[in-house]
Nanobody, 119 residues
Framework: QVQLVESGGGLVQAGGSLRLSCAASGRTFSNLDMGWFRQAPGKEREFVAAVNWRVDSTSYTDSVKGRFTISRDNAKNTVYLQMNSLKPEDTAVYYC????????????WGQGTQVTVSS
């Protein structure tokens, strides 16, 4: 089992920045691919960014490329999402997720943290 706890959400004006953190416990963190997802009101949950267990590959949804950066600190069992140049359409609940390496499904999810971007 993996426990994930997000933090760092809040209210920010358009153009501002936030950094989300996700602390993991319960399994060897360095064996996990880590991802961030988000769900806006009335919409389905969507992929935002991911970093693999080897920390040699990252991926982003097109709408956040150049603005968001995912990173991880294996010594702290933590993954981060640095969000810059925030837009009102980034408003959503952001979820951290973990996937055991070499598997296809994110099996572990955090409780989510609210990000609200005002115009």
């Amino acid at each position: 089992q993996v426990q994930l706890v997000e933090s760092g959400g809040g209210l920010v004006q358009a153009g501002g920045s936030l950094r989300l953190s996700c602390a993991a416990s319960g399994r060897t963190f360095s064996n996990l691919d880590m991802g961030w997802f988000r769900q806006a009101p009335g919409k389905e949950r969507e992929f935002v960014a991911a970093v693999n267990w080897r920390v040699d590959s990252t991926s982003y949804t097109d709408s956040v490329k150049g603005r968001f950066t995912i990173s991880r600190d294996n010594a702290k069992n933590t993954v981060y999402l640095q969000m810059n140049s925030l837009k009102p359409e980034d408003t959503a609940v952001y979820y951290c997720a973990a996937r055991v390496r070499y598997t296809s499904r994110y099996s572990y999810w955090g409780q989510g943290t609210q990000v609200t971007v005002s115009s």
